[in-house]
């Protein structure tokens, strides 16, 4: 499946801080794990998860994060070059990620042992009405997705996680694989999340259930420690940044 996405990419990491565990029915135990900052080196239960915004398939054209901005094409200066000067740009102008915006979950085990990830859902903690302002419009490339699922929609609950079709570097269809997947040290899976949502801007989490030797788990995937956010585009002009031109473009005008 080609995804298509923006211009800019943020990497970010995450990992597990925080643990709370409860004995359930059988005396197997349930844990509940907090994702919010880089993995952590400490034993403990459950899979390591790291968290980047962006596809780490697709191509240097297609990055996998788009952004609204709360403010008119015309009072933001010309896009830096480099991803860590794109990345000031974003958050000095307030943007907020929308509609082409991958969300990349690398998932393993501590050790040997292997285990279950047996589902994974997305869960609004807020929701107002869409950011107001410029939206980045595609530039129409495009890059591969192995493995994806979108997030339809968060606009409404319950927010759906549906798997879809993908492709390998090669062109080939991988077909669409729901849960339960099996992770450990050596085994690695990739999961990108496509939000999707044109209503409002939502603040929202990741949970992910797993199981391994007996014992259950939770485990909430956040943005060091704060939601992820997102809003949709029904309320902000698109507009893409030419490079050659180094200007702001209404998306309306022909290229």
């Keep these: 499946m080609v995804w298509l996405a923006g211009i800019l990419v943020v990497a970010l990491t995450g990992a597990m801080t925080t643990l709370i565990t409860e004995a359930i029915g059988t005396g197997a135990k349930k844990v509940r794990n907090a994702v919010v900052g880089s993995p952590s080196a400490t034993p403990d239960e459950g899979p390591v998860v790291s968290v980047s915004y962006g596809s780490p398939t697709n191509d240097a054209c297609s990055t996998g994060l788009n952004w609204a901005f709360p403010k008119a094409a015309d009072q933001l200066a010309p896009l830096p070059g480099s991803r860590d000067e794109q990345l000031r740009f974003a958050a000095a102008?307030?943007?907020?990620?929308?509609?082409?915006?991958?969300?990349?979950?690398?998932?393993?085990?501590?050790?040997?042992?292997?285990?279950?990830?047996?589902?994974?859902?997305?869960?609004a903690l807020t929701r107002r009405p869409a950011v107001t302002g410029t939206a980045m419009a595609t530039l129409g490339c495009g890059g591969v997705s192995p493995r994806w699922f979108?997030?339809?929609?968060?606009?409404?609950?319950?927010?759906?996680?549906?798997?879809?079709?993908?492709?390998?570097a090669a062109g080939n269809e991988i077909p669409a694989v729901s849960f339960p997947y099996q992770v450990s040290a050596s085994?690695?899976?990739?999961?990108?999340?496509?939000?999707?949502?044109?209503?409002?801007?939502?603040?929202?989490?990741?949970?992910i259930d797993w199981a391994s030797a007996g014992r259950t788990g939770e485990l909430v995937v956040n943005d060091h420690g704060k939601p992820f956010r997102f809003t949709g585009g029904s309320a902000a002009k698109p507009y893409y940044f030419d490079p050659r031109t180094r200007k702001w473009t209404s998306a309306s005008q022909p290229r």
Excluded at 150 to 168: E, H, K, T
Excluded at 192 to 204: N, S, Y
């Design 187 to 207: 085994d690695v899976e990739v999961f990108e999340l496509a939000p999707l949502g044109h209503l409002h801007d939502v603040d929202w989490i990741v949970e």
């Design 150 to 168: 979108a997030v339809d929609d968060l606009d409404a609950d319950p927010i759906r996680v549906i798997p879809q079709d993908g492709q390998d």
């Design 93 to 123: 102008n307030g943007g907020v990620p929308t509609a082409g915006t991958v969300l990349t979950l690398t998932v393993q085990g501590r050790d040997d042992r292997t285990v279950v990830l047996t589902g994974l859902r997305a869960k």
